[in-house]
């Protein structure tokens, strides 16, 4: 089967640093990517991993472990607008379907 | 400026009742995709498209049902089969297998 898991929640502080991880198992791979949603909007992206190893941008980087089936994506210097949904999503095979994880909802306190 | 445009942003169905929710785009994208949210879930894929005058079926297809007549416009039609339609519909598109989607704003369908 296919399988994307992601922490439903997590709350941090503004200023600090937050870790999501998440893990898959899926047919093929081609790529994972990471978007951020908020509340009633579309996805928005945020990074793409398709090589092992740490992608950094800006406040933003994304960790790849293909042969562990993980990755994880770190915000830096919290603000309040990150509270949102950040989505993992795997692309498979032939690279035209994607698999969305249930994401996790982030909420930054004062 | 190129982008996808979905329409209505709130769309009311009736019992019984079919809709139609538009999806275009100009970004002259080959694969198109339709997905719904569900509160608290993740994006599910209902139909989606790689070419012209041609879709395939994803996870949550029954009581779907969608055309590819031109390379611009993916429309979605939620049949009356559908039991549980309401939800927030997006629509995607992707240039090549490697890129991000580009999302459009999205629909939100309730029940009346």
């Known amino acids: 089967g296919q399988n994307i898991d992601q922490p439903t929640e997590m709350t941090a502080t503004e200023g600090a640093i937050v870790q999501i991880n998440c893990t898959y198992q899926?047919?093929?791979?081609?790529?994972l990517f990471w978007y951020q949603q908020h509340a009633g909007e579309a996805p928005t992206f945020l990074s793409y991993?398709?090589?092992?190893g740490l992608e950094e941008k800006g406040r933003f980087s994304s960790f790849l472990s293909r042969s562990k089936g993980y990755s994880y994506l770190l915000l830096k210097e919290l603000q309040m607008k990150d509270s949102a949904s950040y989505l993992c999503?795997?692309?498979?095979?032939?690279?035209?379907?994607?698999?969305f994880g249930a994401g996790t909802r982030l909420f930054v306190k004062a | 400026d190129g982008g996808i445009t979905q329409s209505p942003k709130y769309l009311f169905r009736k019992e019984g009742q079919n809709v139609t929710l538009s999806c275009e785009q100009n970004?002259?994208?080959?694969?198109m995709y339709w997905y719904r949210q569900d509160p608290g879930q993740g994006l599910r894929l209902i139909y989606y498209?790689?070419?012209?005058?041609?879709?395939q079926k994803g996870d949550i297809a029954e009581g779907y049902s969608v055309s590819r007549e031109k390379k611009e416009s993916f429309p979605l039609t939620v049949t009356s089969a559908q039991k549980n339609p309401t939800a927030f519909y997006l629509c995607?598109?992707?240039?090549?297998?490697?890129?991000?989607?580009?999302f459009g704003d999205g629909t939100r369908l309730s029940i009346l």
């Open positions: 970004l002259n994208h080959d694969a």
């Open positions: 995607a598109s992707i240039g090549q297998g490697d890129q991000p989607q580009h």
């Open positions: 899926t047919s093929g791979f081609n790529g």
């Open positions: 999503a795997v692309i498979n095979t032939g690279g035209f379907k994607t698999i």
């Open positions: 991993n398709v090589l092992d």
């Open positions: 498209s790689q070419i012209v005058n041609d879709f």
